[in-house]
């Protein structure tokens, strides 16, 4: 199994091309011993924000089992303003500043985070139902995600052909990086070049790489589901900014164009 992780990862790294979307919010089911605080360490939003997005008041109360959700972010590039992101989000100029604790005058710098309001939403603590959650992240699936897939990222996308193929997903250095699909983790190791990489094997056996990360939420052997958080988005050594690699193999050793496996999938 590692013999043939690694060979994927050595074969996708040889054919990638060198080359700002918001990932999609998430939900965060609150496990024993956990509390606000530690939520935000392990899921890098800030408490006030965390408080502010859930309409938390009283963060001791909240309950093992309880869900959470977490904002999708900006992370401000040369040029943005807070005027400018609101209106690319189409949100309310007063609701991103109180979300965010800033005022009109703040001044806003590139890689820095601007976390998106909700238009709507249910109050934390609220869960309709159990989610599955991943045993590492306690992330799980995304709302926006279709039945049994779901894209690894949000951003606009490329293909690399050849002999092989797969997607680039260009985006923002700590963008949420998504399972694709159910399934195991088998490989989490660091690439010289290329960032981290996860390596996830799916029920019928199609193994799924990412490849372009800069941190890892999952472990070897953790159960993924779609739309659940496994990784960070990390800036490409190679130039051209935060880059994720996606790559399907099929149980046959054959790679797989992504944008035909979704399709055929999800009809």
Known sequence: ???????????????????????????????GGETLFSISKKTLVPVDVLKAYNRIDEPNKLKVGAVIRLPSAHTVAKG????????????????????????E?????????????????PAAGVAVEAPKTSPTTGATQSKT???????P???????????????????????????????????VMPYWGWGKTVIIKSPDGTFFLYAGNEEILVNVG???????????????PQ???????????????????PEKYFSRNQA
């Open 1 to 31: 199994m590692q013999r043939r992780a690694a060979q994927i990862i050595r074969v996708v790294i040889l054919l990638l091309c060198a080359a700002a979307l918001r990932a999609g919010e998430t939900a965060y089911t609150i496990r």
């Open 80 to 103: 943005d303003t807070l005027y400018s992101i609101a209106r690319s989000f189409s949100v309310p100029l007063a609701k991103l500043l109180e979300l965010n604790g800033l005022s």
């Open 105 to 121: 005058s703040s001044r806003i710098k590139p890689g820095e985070r601007v976390y998106l309001p909700a238009a709507a939403g």
């Open 145 to 151: 995600a279709a039945p049994g897939l779901a894209w």
């Open 153 to 187: 990222h949000s951003g606009r996308r490329e293909q690399f052909k050849g002999k092989f193929s797969g997607l680039v997903f260009f985006g923002n250095r700590g963008d949420r990086v998504l399972s694709a699909t159910d399934g195991e983790v088998k490989s």
């Open 222 to 236: 953790d159960r993924v589901s779609p739309g659940m958080e496994i990784a960070r988005l990390g800036v490409s």
């Open 239 to 257: 130039g051209g900014g935060a880059k994720l690699y996606f790559c399907i193999q099929g149980t046959k050793g054959q790679y797989i164009d």
